[in-house]
């Protein structure tokens, strides 16, 4: 009871970083009470942050956050590099939700040794257009949509980096994603969830040191989501390295990564 107190105590704190509020009943009446994702001025902020890592002025961003070292998910790398292998040397990564680049320039350096690399990103119309102008070259493409990338490219990684949280409908996407053939591995990191029974919609406000802006989210129950992967095969789980836990009305929630193979790909294993 202390505990659960103390819980709640800290939860209810003001404090710098992004906070998480309310337990809403639908995506629609939590949109509504919040900002949104699409507002010009995170693009902006993104972009100008991206542009400094691709220069070489700083070694990685996340969110818009600059880091002078590399921020690295090492399950992640290793997959990645586990896929080309299993590849002889080519890897393509289908990069749903990522941004202009933020995990491609933080592991670029150490896939620079493969036959082959691309790296394509599925985004919202604005990060599109942005990426095709200042950010994409002969590894690094941007797509508005899954079907344009797969009309170009047969991925081996379907990569879901903080993206399956701030999905509407994400359960939507799993079926999109099964039906891709190509696919050995289906990478999901840094995705909230606790070991409540039921998922809760919230809504995420971000420290107003990065940017202003809230918009809806997702906390999952980790084991209903884990059952809507059924036609995979878990191979890795765990506490994202990258983030701490949270509390929301005194209960803690975690982002953890989930990475599942596709059993059909490898018969062997």
Same mark, same amino acid.
């Given at each position: 009871?202390?505990?659960? !107190? ?5 939860? !209810?704190?003001?404090h ?12 629609? #009446? ?13 693009? @902006? ?6 542009? &400094?890592? &691709? ?9 818009? /956050?600059?880091?002078? @070292? ?10 990645? +590099? ?8 080519n *890897?393509?990564? +289908? ?20 036959? =082959? ?5 599925v985004?919202?119309?604005?990060? /599109? ?27 081996q990684?379907? *990569?879901?980096? #903080?993206? +399956? ?5 994400? +359960?939507? !996407? ?8 190509s696919?050995?591995y *289906? /990478? /999901? ?5 606790? %070991? ?17 802006? =809230? ?6 129950s ?7 992967? %059924? ?14 836990p949270?509390?929301? #009305? ?6 953890? %990564? ?9 018969? %062997?294993?």
């Amino acid at each position: 009871m202390i505990q659960t !107190l103390k819980q709640l105590f800290r939860s !209810l704190l003001p404090h710098r970083g992004n906070r998480w509020l309310g337990n809403y009943p639908n995506w629609q #009446s939590a949109s509504q009470a919040s900002g949104g994702y699409d507002a010009p001025e995170i693009l @902006e902020k993104i972009k100008n942050a991206a542009l &400094k890592v &691709k220069s070489g002025e700083y070694a990685c961003e996340r969110d818009s /956050v600059l880091f002078e @070292e590399k921020q690295y998910d090492w399950a992640l790398v290793a997959f990645l +590099l586990k896929a080309a292998y299993e590849n002889q040397g080519n *890897l393509t990564v +289908l990069d749903f939700g990522g941004s202009l680049g933020s995990s491609y320039y933080t592991v670029k350096e150490i896939l620079g040794s493969l036959k =082959s690399l691309r790296w394509c990103i599925v985004e919202q119309d604005n990060f /599109v257009a942005c990426g095709k102008s200042y950010f994409q070259d002969d590894n690094l493409l941007f797509y508005n949509t899954i079907e344009s990338c797969l009309a170009e490219h047969q991925p081996q990684v379907f *990569l879901l980096s #903080s993206v +399956l949280q701030y999905l509407e409908s994400p +359960l939507d !996407l799993i079926p999109q994603i099964n039906a891709i053939r190509s696919l050995d591995y *289906l /990478v /999901v990191l840094r995705t909230s969830v606790s %070991d409540q029974q039921e998922d809760r919609i919230c809504i995420q406000q971000v420290d107003p040191s990065i940017y202003k802006a =809230s918009y809806p989210s997702w906390i999952f129950s980790e084991q209903k989501l884990l059952n809507q992967f %059924d036609n995979w095969q878990l191979a890795a789980k765990g506490i994202s390295p990258l983030h701490t836990p949270e509390y929301i #009305s005194g209960f803690k929630f975690y982002w953890k %990564d989930f990475i599942f193979q596709n059993p059909l790909a490898h018969p %062997d294993r």
